[in-house]
């Protein structure tokens, strides 16, 4: 993703962490691809107790950060901090910060416009709808509460009207445009809504998955920021590779090709957190020695000596520093925990 990205998208471990004990795991949605006869290598990957411990203080700090009004900021940190706290268990009313989940999502209930842009009064794109909305899927497909469900409904009805005739989207909820970072955005929230049970057409999915794939770039097996414009980069290319998984419509040797131009370009610090959001999840579905490799990596780095500062927080002004600490706290908690599964979307 390397584009002018506002924010994105998602994750957790096959045992609890000792603190959120009263939300269990949903039951893992094998997600099937036609394409690939291949079993997905075991996932021998676990969140060790120092990894818990330094993701119990970050969430500690992100309990503080928390404002009044339930949010972290706009409704796109919000998601994407709502997603670090549910990532390790703790859903509305559930878990020792269930309370604090529960404010954050009715903050993100109130954000809703009549026609379902999730913006509210601070403002903000398509980029913050989608995070908005995918938050919103994960928290009805874990509690099928039926205000959550209203809200999100009419949120995922907004991005299939406002899918364009390329079969993307961009900046503007209306049907103009496309970019393969906010087109990827909505896809994230429309496979959370299908799998938590509401309805999106296979047309809509289908034509959003056609778009993506025409932002590949051939040569070198990235991801580009539109299909005739822009050169392949790594966020943009993890987060491809990480939505065709989820959704299941690849072909293995397209996604090889990407995971090695991802390994040979390295990171991008332009979009650190935010690729890495992504690269997380799509090496997990990718498993194996190469996701066992890569958690390692960002383990290590995250819990280097003095990284994670003495309140909690992860904070690097080099990168990304536009977006704040909950932003990058939230998103290096998701790294970590990936091997959770709580979350119904990044269920294998």
């Given at each position: ?14 045992f ?6 009263s939300?269990?795991p ?9 394409k690939v006869?291949s079993?997905?290598?075991e996932?021998?990957?676990k969140?060790d107790?120092e ?8 969430l500690?700090f992100?309990a ?5 009004d339930g ?5 796109a ?20 910060y ?7 999502v ?7 416009r009549e026609?379902?842009y ?5 403002g903000?794109?398509m980029?913050c ?27 995922i009805?907004?991005i299939?009207?406002?899918q364009?005739?390329?079969g993307?989207?961009r900046?503007?909820?209306?049907p ?13 929230a ?8 509401l309805?999106?057409?296979d ?5 959003s998955?056609k ?7 051939k ?7 539109q ?11 993890a987060?491809?590779?990480?939505v065709?998984?989820l959704?299941?419509?690849?072909e ?5 090709k ?11 610090r ?5 690729g890495?959001?992504y690269?997380?999840h ?7 020695e190469?996701?066992?490799k890569y ?7 995250l819990l ?9 927080s992860?904070?690097?002004?080099r990168?990304?520093?536009a977006?704040?600490?909950s ?5 290096a908690?998701l790294?970590l925990?990936?091997p ?5 979307i990044?269920?294998?």
């Amino acid at each position: 993703m390397m584009r002018r990205f506002l924010l994105a998208a998602v994750f957790a471990t096959l045992f609890a962490v000792p603190s959120a004990t009263s939300a269990q795991p949903p039951k893992s949605d094998t997600k099937t691809d036609p394409k690939v006869e291949s079993k997905v290598p075991e996932d021998k990957v676990k969140m060790d107790p120092e990894t818990k411990a330094a993701v119990e203080k970050a969430l500690k700090f992100l309990a503080k950060e928390q404002a009044a009004d339930g949010s972290w900021g706009n409704t796109a940190i919000t998601g994407f901090t709502l997603l670090a706290f549910m990532a390790n268990g703790h859903a509305p009313n559930q878990g020792d910060y269930g309370k604090v989940v529960a404010a954050g999502v009715r903050y993100l209930l109130a954000q809703a416009r009549e026609d379902g842009y999730l913006v509210g009064a601070r403002g903000g794109n398509m980029y913050c709808h989608g995070m908005a909305a995918l938050a919103l899927t994960q928290v009805y497909g874990m509690t099928g509460d039926d205000d959550v469900k209203k809200v999100t409904k009419k949120a995922i009805d907004l991005i299939i009207k406002t899918q364009n005739n390329e079969g993307g989207w961009r900046y503007d909820p209306s049907p103009t445009g496309a970019d393969i970072s906010v087109t990827i955005m909505q896809v994230m929230a429309l496979r959370g809504a299908k799998d938590a049970g509401l309805q999106v057409p296979d047309k809509t999915m289908a034509d959003s998955i056609k778009y993506i794939n025409k932002c590949r770039d051939k040569i070198t097996g990235g991801y580009k920021y539109q299909p005739y414009g822009g050169a392949a980069g790594y966020a943009r290319t993890a987060a491809g590779v990480c939505v065709l998984q989820l959704c299941g419509e690849y072909e293995a040797e397209d996604i090889k090709k990407a995971v090695e131009f991802m390994e040979r370009v390295g990171e991008d610090r332009g979009h650190y957190w935010y690729g890495h959001y992504y690269a997380a999840h799509a090496m997990n579905q990718v498993g194996g020695e190469m996701w066992e490799k890569y958690y390692k990596k960002m383990r290590d780095k995250l819990l280097a000596p003095n990284y994670q500062l003495a309140n909690g927080s992860w904070y690097d002004p080099r990168l990304e520093a536009a977006y704040g600490a909950s932003y990058q706290t939230s998103i290096a908690v998701l790294i970590l925990s990936v091997p959770t599964h709580y979350l119904p979307i990044y269920q294998k």
